[in-house]
């Protein structure tokens, strides 16, 4: 850690991510592709904002980065007001274990141990005690309609059900920053309406969110949405949610003509 730190922001306030034009070049077999262009985004604390493109425009990459499972080829990475770009893998892993919770878009879960282990070890790395763990594991499990799976191996459960299982285990820690990868992909939608439901309580308790989704309802859960293209920010606009605070509207409707079209029709 070099201890800079990064100037307020023009509120006064500390992001609690930005990135500085950044940028990841993959190089394989003398072939090099950019999945990410110079993108320059920033994120408040409690902030929740979808990332939405096309298939191959850099989403999962930009995940990575930001997560530190990958190291960007240039700029600049700040969590909380520190610089993690350059951070060492055991550095990283300490920030995900106790700061970020983040749900892959392959599930990862460890194989021999059960859905509740899953999700209990998250919490005790987090630094839970057992208890606060267990309980957490109960109320997650709850909250996403898998109680009765508790005991199962992860290799016993649906598709659906091991990704619920990966977003409970990404959130035992109550992570100030939640990354998801598609946290709806594989889910009906009665467990995508259990996900959303979930979502909007971390957010409501204060936690920030950052999720790629192709999911127009997970995304119009969020306050924003960010479009990739081609591993650019192609577009960045706040939401106007039904329920939002009149004062809270005009600055917002001032975005709005730049909002993707199945977005905009809720303005
Ligand atoms: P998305 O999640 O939006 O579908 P990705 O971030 O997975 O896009 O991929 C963006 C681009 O980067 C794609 O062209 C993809 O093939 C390439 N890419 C992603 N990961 C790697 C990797 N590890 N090695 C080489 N190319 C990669
Ligand atoms: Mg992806």
Redesign the pocket.
Known sequence: MNGARLPAGADGGEPLLRTCNVT?T???DG?S????RGVDISLGQGEFAAIM????????????LLGGL?RPTSGEIWLDGQRVDGLSQARWAMMRRRHIGFMF?FFNLVSNMTVADNVELAALMGGATRRQARERRVELLGDLGLSARADAAPARLSGGEQQRVALARALANRPSLLLA?EPTGSLDSSGSQAVLRLLTRVHADGQAILL?THDARVATAAERVIS?FD?MVADDAALLPPLRPAAARPAAARLGSALPTVLRLRG
Request: glycine share 14%; hydrophobic share 35%; net charge positive.
């Open positions: 990841k993959f190089r394989a072939v592709v950019t999945a990410v493109g096309p298939s191959g425009s850099g989403k999962s990459t930009l995940l990575h990958e878009q990868d790629v990739l591993g």
